[in-house]
């Protein structure tokens, strides 16, 4: 994560990228305890990256030695801070910078440097608007901008976060995905990230701190994985999902009945999984349970941290599959499911796949087989429909069985939330989900669904996916359909 600076000569303080970390230590930071702020006490929450900003010249306090640490960010002092953490001195300028921003601004000379940069352009009016507030997630954006080399916050898939207030289309959406795995950043809360709200000194000066000395950010552990380490443990739970499941005291139905369990009690998963069997806590008593009765979930974090999903791209090889408006179903279905692959991976779970690329062809029962001898989570399998006689046939529908799936309701509710994601995100036509007892979500026993993202002998579905933008919502409507799922 942490990519050593070879440029930016007159960056005093990033050039010292092998001395900065002992300089964090308790000596250092007690040597600085002279320049504290009358109002951030030891004990403030952001206090120790107020600190660290300040001993590096990068954020200054007010005359009256305080820090004001509840005041709002403006654009200005954003512009000011942003350039002094890359060792830039403020230059003079002789002519005005924005229409609103005279030669004589206090900050003219910061935003000047800043629009020279790139890292700034303000509004369309020909504007900068310097005393406005910074939101959220314009500070996203000029800190990705500002910093993306030096730190090297790229990503695997910059569409990955939690927050239910990020949407895909939102321009700052890649920069607070960037942030998210790099643990710049863990929301408001776990699940909004609140991009309109303003910045205060404080919260600033903590994104600031985490992203230009790595060893502040939070651990992946906390924000559900990043790019480049795995996440750890999210804290598991496990829901009952059938009326009554014996725990027992050991991993097989020979070992005694510790306690029955009613459909909807909430265990503490303790892993030791042994065959499909996991070891289990409740009410103070250990035991094991059959994990295909239990809906795992994470206390916090990615939803799909830790899963294990099987993605099954359909057809493959020798069997090219339906094809249309020249494009080949088991060209398409890989595709779509590699990036679904990327998206839940960089989200921290563990993706199976039962093809790698076009040459091969699994047989069907290769397929459930692999499932089940990897005791996942969840089967999902993507396919294309046609109808060369009904070219008008239009439209995405899920599939999941109830005949023979051990999970066949919960496969239900895992069909209606890819096939929402389907219609409202893709706006794709809506097919419904049905029950049919197809070879895949019939032989596998954890929740499984086989989807239909359209028709390939459509014309309007068959240039959804020559496009790359609509081959990205496709793979975004079924990783957060699969997302949505763990949540509920
Ligand atoms: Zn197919």
Known sequence: ????????????????????????GGNAREAHAAANFNDVSSSFWASKEINFLHSKGIIEGYDDGSFLPNNKVTRAQAAKMILSALGEKEPTVSNDVF???????????????????????????GTFKPEETLTRAQMSKLLVRTFEQEYDLSVKDDTVE?????????????YVSKLYQHGITTGTDSTHYSPYSSVNRAQFSVFLSRTIEPSYRVSSAENGGSSTTPPATTSTYGIVKTDSLNMRSGPSTSSGVVASLKRGTKVDYLGDQQGYWVKVRYNGQTGYVHKLYLKLKNEQGSSVANRVIVLDAGHGGKDPGASGNGVVEKELVLDIAQRVQKKLEAAGATVIMTRTDAATYPELKDRTDLAQSKYADMFVSVHTNSAPSAPSANGSEVYYDTSQNTNGSESAILAKEIQEQF??????????TKDNDFYVVRNTDMPSVLVELGFLTNSGDAAKFKSDYYRNLFAEAIYLGIKNYYSL
Do not use: T
Request: proline share 5%.
């Open 162 to 174: 939690p927050f239910s207030d990020v949407w895909i289309n939102q321009e700052f959406r890649p």
């Open 99 to 125: 229409s609103d921003v005279k030669k004589d601004h206090w900050a003219a000379g910061w935003i000047s440097l800043a629009k020279q940069k790139g890292i700034i352009s303000g509004y369309e009016n």
């Open 423 to 432: 219609v409202s995100l893709v706006g794709m036509n809506d097919r419904g």
């Open 1 to 24: 994560m942490w990519k050593k600076v070879v440029s930016c000569a007159a960056a005093g303080f990033l050039l010292a990228s092998a001395p900065l970390p002992s300089a964090l």
